[in-house]
């Protein structure tokens, strides 16, 4: 689900997710802003959503991203037997992006969500770091990093690059994704513990992979 609109007629009072979109910020900084004590939410619903009153936090904002500088979209799938939902993720992007109207770039990577050395991920970071980009566009938070999406979340903020995370209920390999990223985890530590090619290092990761497979749906 994406973000929603507020023309400026509608009341200043809006949700976590439609405020940092106004400020050009992800909502982890103004929940972390809260937390310092530089900000405080007007008021809490009777579930406990923070409501932002805007014309209270603009004054924070970092400018918004204006029209020159770049929309990047960016999709991932950790192994290329996810293709399919590599070339579904390009497409949700692609058309959100459209339907918002903005000029666009979309950065893929076949990797996994916890190898910080993918090409494309590399190559978003470089962009970000240059200031040239006003806009990251992702279809789930996930699909930029396992760990650590915050650090580059970090970086939009100091290069006042907005994210916005579609969060779409398409993205339905999460389960399989993980189980991949569990399995590269155990590569890494069975091959430094038995050997990369001992029998005892074969032969946990067949049982890891069987592991994976039961689970995944």
């Known amino acids: 689900m994406g973000y929603q609109w507020y023309n400026t007629e509608m009341p200043t009072l809006v949700p976590i997710g439609v405020a940092a979109r106004e400020m050009g910020v992800h909502p982890d900084t103004l929940r972390r802003w809260e937390h310092e004590g530089r900000i405080e939410p007007a008021e809490r619903t009777p579930g406990g959503r923070r409501r932002y009153d805007l014309s209270k936090l603009r004054h924070l904002a970092p400018h918004k991203a204006p029209s020159s500088r770049a929309t990047i979209a960016y999709a991932r799938v950790s192994t290329s037997a996810q293709k399919d939902d590599l070339i579904r993720q390009v497409s949700l992007l692609e058309s959100f992006c459209a339907a918002q109207g903005w000029t666009y770039q979309v950065i893929t990577d076949v990797g996994s969500g916890l190898n910080y050395h993918k090409r494309g991920l590399r190559q978003l970071i470089a962009e970000i770091c240059s200031g040239s980009v006003g806009r990251l566009v992702l279809s789930?938070?996930?699909?930029?990093?396992?760990?650590?999406?915050?650090?580059?979340?970090?970086?939009?903020?100091?290069?006042?690059?907005?994210?916005?995370?579609?969060?779409?209920?398409?993205?339905?390999?999460?389960?399989?994704?993980?189980?991949?990223?569990?399995?590269?985890?155990?590569?890494?530590?069975?091959?430094?513990?038995?050997g990369s090619r001992s029998h005892k290092n074969r032969r946990v990761m067949d049982e890891l992979r069987k592991a994976a497979q039961e689970v995944s749906p």
């Open 140 to 194: 789930h938070k996930d699909r930029l990093l396992r760990f650590g999406a915050e650090l580059v979340f970090s970086l939009c903020e100091h290069f006042s690059c907005e994210v916005v995370i579609i969060n779409s209920s398409e993205d339905s390999t999460f389960e399989e994704d993980l189980a991949s990223d569990v399995i590269e985890i155990v590569t890494v530590f069975s091959a430094r513990l038995y």
